[in-house]
């Protein structure tokens, strides 16, 4: 442990991100994080400043010319749908990215292919992947850089998710809209993982609209989101929903390990999948529209592939082409 934790910190994470990496598989450091997610909730969710930049205008001349050519593509992509301002925004934040390639067989021991060190403003990606691999994931974590908010007092922002007090809050609903954001938007249509959460991310854009949600994400503005869906379901609710789906995620994250759930385990990640269907369609029910009946069934077509991408559903298809 002392030697990976050494080589990590050698290649450019901070302390605090390789801790975090090394320790994310953990079935003890799984239930430490869920019980502190929380303490989150008590503290409130910040809304980030207007402004937080990360580079000068000085800094930032002739800066296209300067950056890596996946970033030139990156730009290029992300600049037919992000506005003038947002788009300022994210060439500022990639203007002061650290981008770490030389990464060889670390990351299969962490069990991870990539990562976005919000601390030191760096990405990492690991080289067994195959080139376009390579490619979806390098996007992936530039799409984290570029909806990063800064430090703000004591609040970190990253799209939708915060981190105060060393809790990472919203990690799974961030996860999931950045990866549909990626496949939507950049690498087109191309499925980096995530699936249970960039359908959900689907959901909430089919209820909040595509524009609105876009623009949250690219803002870091986790608060404006819950503004959006307390308009539909009570603010207690919508908090229980984001912590539900960390949980999930973080069950996720030990089972691409060795790791195999109990059977209490999975009733508890049955209930938990249970809890974000019926909050989905508790909001989708309560929204007051004009073509309600007539897009419900495309919401109700969501909520159907949803299922399809749990872990049950998952592994129940895998079981049948096994015996067959």
């Avoid at 990976?4 to 450091?29: H, M």
């Avoid at 799984?30 to 503290?43: D, G, I, Q, S, W």
């Avoid at 925004?89 to 069990?111: G, S």
Wanted: charged share 25%.
């Amino acid at each position: 442990m002392t030697k990976l934790i050494e080589l990590l910190i050698a290649v450019g994470f901070s302390f605090i991100a390789v801790i975090e990496i090394y320790l994310y598989s953990s079935s003890i450091y799984t239930k430490y994080k869920v019980n502190r997610l929380n303490e989150y909730a008590n503290y409130g969710i910040k809304k980030k400043p207007k402004k937080l930049i990360r580079a000068n205008q000085e800094e930032i001349k002739n800066r296209y010319n300067n950056y890596p050519e996946e970033i030139k593509n990156y730009i290029e992509e992300i600049s037919k749908i992000a506005t003038k301002e947002e788009l300022e925004q994210i060439k500022r934040n990639l203007e002061t990215l650290k981008i770490n390639k030389k990464m060889k067989n670390v990351f299969t021991l962490i069990k991870s292919a990539g990562y976005y060190d919000g601390i030191n403003h760096s990405i990492a990606i690991s080289r067994f992947n195959t080139k376009e691999e390579l490619l979806l994931l390098t996007n992936h974590e530039l799409t984290h850089a570029s909806s990063s908010g800064g430090m703000h007092k004591n609040t970190f922002f990253c799209g939708f998710s915060q981190i105060r007090n060393k809790i990472f809050f919203a990690e799974a609903l961030n996860e999931g809209y950045t990866e549909y954001f990626n496949q939507k938007y950049i690498t087109k249509d191309k499925n980096n993982g995530y699936k249970y959460h960039v359908q959900v991310a689907k959901i909430l854009e089919f209820i909040i609209g595509e524009e609105k949600i876009k623009s949250l994400y690219l803002n870091s503005n986790l608060k404006g989101l819950v503004k959006q869906l307390e308009q539909y379901i009570n603010k207690e609710k919508i908090i229980n929903f984001i912590i539900n789906l960390d949980k999930i995620l973080l069950i996720q994250n030990q089972l691409n390990t060795t790791y195999i759930l109990s059977l209490e385990e999975k009733q508890k990640l049955l209930n938990l999948y249970n809890e974000i269907t019926i909050f989905l369609y508790k909001v989708y029910s309560n929204k007051k529209q004009d073509n309600y009946f007539s897009s419900s069934n495309k919401f109700l077509e969501l909520l159907d592939e949803l299922d399809k991408v749990s872990y049950f559903e998952i592994e129940f298809k895998k079981n049948i082409k096994h015996k067959n």
